[in-house]
């Protein structure tokens, strides 16, 4: 991804919950861009596990470089809902995700892992959820949007096409499964050409 403003937006949140000891991936578009094929965004998507004894120092730290809305985070954390941040000098919304308390959800938080977003900065990683999470994520996505959104769509089948052989299809087809994903799992592989 050669994107400097989403670094720039991303940078300062993942380096402020690792600070405060907040388990976190990045997921969306630029996870997908990661692991698929790269395509423009206008925001990240994080998944976290921040709690409300965590806000006044998540607050103090970002306040000088983003619009954060304290009473936004509080009410994300209580209704396990999300909240949104503006980087201030990009502009770049990041859209933070607090972690349902379903098995799947922590699950995905458990088998994030670290990579880079940019193959020239290889030494700049962040948490993003495993392949496999985030195409479960993706499709669930798709199927709540009524199935009809060609960017997800796009965004399962690069990740598919691109790390093939490499996704733990068991583990993928048991979530699928039990996420109500089945059908729509295996019509992404289809389209993807999985036999």
């Given at each position: ?14 380096d402020v ?16 861009s ?5 395509r ?6 994080m998944?976290?596990?921040?709690d409300a ?14 619009y954060i809305?304290e ?17 201030l000098?990009?502009m ?5 995700f607090i ?12 088998r ?7 193959e020239?900065?290889?030494?700049i990683?962040?948490y ?14 798709y ?9 997800q ?5 690069g990740v ?8 733990d ?9 039990t996420l109500?994903l ?6 992404a ?5 999985y036999?």
């Amino acid at each position: 991804m050669k994107n400097p403003d989403i670094l720039a937006a991303i940078q300062p949140v993942a380096d402020v919950f690792e600070q405060l000891g907040v388990k976190y991936y990045i997921g969306g578009s630029v996870a997908s861009s990661a692991y698929g094929i790269a395509r423009s965004t206008l925001d990240v998507d994080m998944v976290s596990n921040l709690d409300a004894q965590q806000v006044p120092e998540l607050i103090k730290i970002l306040s000088a470089s983003y619009y954060i809305d304290e009473s936004m985070v509080r009410d994300a954390i209580v209704e396990r809902s999300s909240f949104n941040i503006i980087h201030l000098a990009t502009m770049l919304k990041v859209d933070i995700f607090i972690v349902k308390q379903g098995q799947f959800d922590n699950n995905a938080l458990d088998r994030r892992r670290k990579d880079t977003l940019d193959e020239d900065a290889p030494t700049i990683q962040f948490y993003l959820a495993s392949p496999e999470d985030l195409i479960l994520n993706k499709l669930n996505w798709y199927q709540l949007g009524g199935s009809v959104s060609e960017r997800q769509w796009s965004d399962i089948q690069g990740v598919l096409k691109i790390q093939n052989s490499l996704l733990d299809m068991k583990y993928l087809q048991h979530w699928a499964e039990t996420l109500g994903l089945l059908k729509l799992l295996d019509q992404a592989l289809n389209d993807a050409g999985y036999s």
